[in-house]
């Protein structure tokens, strides 16, 4: 069975704050593809990043950045010099097949002024 | 170009009614997936369309069903409403149809059942 973990329910930080979100998954498959989303309080999901099972080079973009490990089964989430703006819930997920995205819970980032 | 768009944005319906949800996907776009969210039990694939045929289903009765029409735009649709089907109803439309692709969602339907 496939699964996502994201053991943070809730983080708070004061702005200017570096803040990781954690994501664990579960899957028997060999290609896989693992998401990031973000959902603010308008409710719609805003894809972030995208990486697929045999890509394990992390990557960096602007104040964003994304450590997977596939020995650890996890891709982790970077937010540098973190603002009020990216206050939202933030969603990892899973896909092995077209369609179905496996969600994990969600970590709800609140960033304070 | 436009993003996914979801209509309506709010619902109020009662125990027992149905209701249909709409959901018209990015231009271009052939692959539609809907997904239920809410506070107990977080984001759940609902299904999947593409080119008008369900690809995917998930682990709901079937009270749920959809369809898509031969412009890709879909609609989902609820019978006999029960009181714990209050959620967002969020809509993703995809392309090029490979699991490596990203789907983006519309800003969803809050359908409350009183």
């Known amino acids: 069975a496939q699964k996502v973990t994201q053991a943070q329910t809730e983080i708070s930080v004061v702005e200017k704050e570096d803040v990781t979100l954690d994501c664990v998954y579960e899957t028997r498959d060999t290609t896989y593809y693992l998401f990031w989303y973000k959902q603010p309080p308008s409710g719609e999901l805003v894809f972030l990043i995208r990486r697929n099972s045999f890509d394990e080079q992390n990557e960096i973009s602007g104040r964003y950045s994304w450590n997977f490990q596939k020995s650890t089964s996890s891709f982790n989430f970077t937010i540098t010099a973190s603002q009020v703006v990216d206050s939202a819930v933030y969603f990892c997920?899973?896909?092995?097949?077209?369609?179905?995205?496996?969600f994990g819970q969600g970590t709800t980032l609140q960033v304070k002024p | 170009k436009a993003g996914v768009t979801q209509t309506p944005r709010y619902l109020i319906k009662t125990r027992g009614q149905q209701v249909t949800l709409s959901c018209s996907p990015i231009s271009g776009h052939r692959s539609v997936s809907w997904y239920q969210q809410t506070p107990g039990q977080g984001l759940q694939f609902l299904f999947e369309y593409f080119s008008e045929t369900q690809r995917n289903k998930g682990n709901f009765p079937g009270r749920f069903s959809g369809r898509q029409f031969s412009n890709s735009r879909s609609e989902m649709n609820v019978s006999t409403l029960e009181l714990g089907d209050s959620a967002l109803y969020l809509c993703?439309?995809?392309?090029?149809?490979?699991?490596?692709?990203?789907?983006?969602f519309g800003q969803g339907t809050r359908l409350t059942v009183v």
């Open positions: 997920a899973l896909r092995r097949d077209t369609g179905k995205l496996i």
């Open positions: 993703a439309s995809s392309s090029p149809d490979r699991p490596g692709t990203e789907a983006f």
